[in-house]
């Protein structure tokens, strides 16, 4: 079956550096992929979404890359801020492709 | 533009109640809705799908006679939890489809205690 892995359940960074996270699928080929933030107790916000025919997306301080061979998608937060301290989800659609499945998400904390 | 109204965004009931979690979709209208669940820190769990004037899809293990879903207009979509109990106690999302357009619009959740 389709499974969607965020490695690293939590990541803890110093602003200023670099935050990048890991999405890992397997089991099919997904036509794309999107990342969204969660802040808690809200509803998850899109950020970015990159199309298998695409290497990298950028957006601001944000990048994403899609490795189709690897099955693999990492999300950059380039200059972090404690403002961008939040659980980033990834998001891949299902094999019927009218819904969207998540990974677990990564709880990421930067510190002043 | 794009924004999905849930409401209400808390309730508490007590056991054996129904509750009713409404989501509209305020400036576009959606074919299709998404309802999720989730846990405290895991991810969203789809409950089902459902599609203006037929009959939600609901996920594998999803008691439909539960968790009832009517998706009467393009723009309204309610969840009513049926005889609710304290395992049914969760934080609820919906989330909204512009036709086959991406991405997915979020409500802001509901977070339901059955006492």
């Known amino acids: 079956s389709q499974k969607i892995e965020q490695n690293s359940e939590a990541l803890n960074i110093q602003e200023g550096k670099t935050a990048t996270l890991t999405c890992n699928y397997t089991?099919?080929?997904?036509?794309?992929l999107q990342w969204y933030r969660q802040d808690p107790g809200r509803g998850p916000v899109f950020l970015l979404l990159i199309r298998e025919n695409e290497k990298e997306k950028r957006k601001e301080r944000l990048k994403v890359t899609f490795d189709t061979t690897l099955k693999q998608s990492l999300f950059h937060i380039t200059a972090s801020q404690p403002a961008d301290s939040a659980t980033y989800l990834c998001?891949?659609?299902?094999?019927?492709?009218?819904?969207?499945?998540f990974g677990s998400g990564t709880r990421l904390s930067i510190r002043p | 533009g794009a924004v999905v109204s849930q409401h209400p965004s808390r309730v508490i009931c007590k056991s054996g109640t129904s509750v009713k979690i409404e989501c509209r979709s305020l400036d576009f209208q959606a074919t299709t809705m998404f309802w999720y669940r989730q846990f405290p820190k895991k991810s969203l769990m789809l409950m089902a799908t459902?599609?203006?004037?037929?009959?939600?899809?609901?996920e594998q293990g999803v008691e439909k006679d539960k968790f009832l879903i009517n998706h009467a207009s393009l723009t309204l979509s309610t969840l009513t939890v049926t005889s609710a109990h304290p395992e049914d106690s969760s934080f609820y999302i919906c989330?909204?489809?512009?036709?086959?357009?991406?991405?997915?619009?979020f409500g802001n959740g509901t977070r339901l205690t059955v006492t």
């Open positions: 459902s599609n203006e004037g037929s009959k939600a899809t609901y």
């Open positions: 989330s909204a489809r512009d036709g086959f357009n991406l991405p997915l619009h």
């Open positions: 998001a891949l659609p299902y094999s019927s492709a009218s819904k969207i499945i």
């Open positions: 089991n099919y080929s997904p036509a794309y």
